[in-house]
């Protein structure tokens, strides 16, 4: 074969590899069913700030909420509550004073739904902000 022949022929041999390829079967995007789950936010909350994270809570069960740590070491709020209007977006319906550890500083019952969990200031931010590290855990 001659050279132009040959590269005729890789054309066509290639348009013929092209094409439109359709799928018989239909196919229906699946979302993936909700399930238990870890958020981790790290955020730098500035004074008088707060760093806030929603959730969905699967199925009843406990929601943990840990600050793992601050930086500066500095004294904040940390709250669990329902998306809403309060500063940050999140009604805490439940808060406490903390400046982070390794165990959870709150421990809640819930119910299948929407929840937002973080920390806020409580007086204490410098004007550079303080670096907060919290982990939720959540059925």
């Not at 809570?57 to 329902?82: D, E, R």
């Not at 940050?88 to 739904?113: E, L």
Request: hydrophobic fraction near 40%.
């Amino acid at each position: 074969m001659t050279r132009p022949a040959l590269l005729a022929l890789g054309i066509v041999l290639l348009c013929s590899a092209c094409g439109n390829d359709t799928s018989t079967t239909p196919t229906t995007p699946t979302t993936p069913a909700p399930g238990p789950g870890t958020e981790v936010l790290n955020a730098v909350m500035a004074p008088t700030g707060s760093a806030i994270r929603t959730f969905i809570a699967s199925a009843a069960g406990t929601v943990t909420v840990t600050l793992t740590s601050t930086a500066p070491a500095t004294l904040v709020g940390l709250g669990i509550g329902i998306p809403g209007t309060a500063a940050g977006g999140c009604d805490m319906t439940t808060t406490v004073n903390t400046s982070g550890g390794t165990a959870p500083q709150i421990s809640a019952s819930v119910d299948a739904g929407n929840f937002c969990a973080g920390a806020f200031d409580r007086g204490a931010v410098g004007s550079g902000g303080v670096l907060v590290s919290i982990t939720i855990v959540h059925p």
